[in-house]
């Protein structure tokens, strides 16, 4: 069965526009002022311990020769030999 209608369709009216707000949100709030502050300067002082030789004994040899230096405590033991001359250090 075949139903065919030739009736226009009716076109409703348009919907009316929505009520006003009754409490609208309110105004944004200003910026908080701020007063000029005064400058802050903070000056760090870094101090740097001078390291301590540590004990223990070190060898150097090179082209002009030997050098032996040895620490235990503070006692220190420095040993040169060169071509021209030896050099004895002891300190207590």
Do not use: H, R, Y
């Amino acid at each position: 069965m075949l139903m065919a209608s030739c009736k226009d369709k009716e076109v409703p009216p348009p919907a009316p526009p929505p009520p006003p707000v009754e409490n609208p949100s309110p105004a944004p709030a200003p910026k908080p002022q701020t007063q000029a502050s005064a400058t802050t300067t903070t000056t760090t002082t870094t101090t740097t311990a001078k390291a301590e030789d540590p004990d223990g004994t070190s060898v150097s040899i090179g082209s002009g020769g030997v050098s032996i230096k040895s620490k235990d405590g503070t006692d220190k033991n420095n040993v040169t030999v060169t071509k021209k001359e030896v050099t004895i250090q002891k300190t207590n």
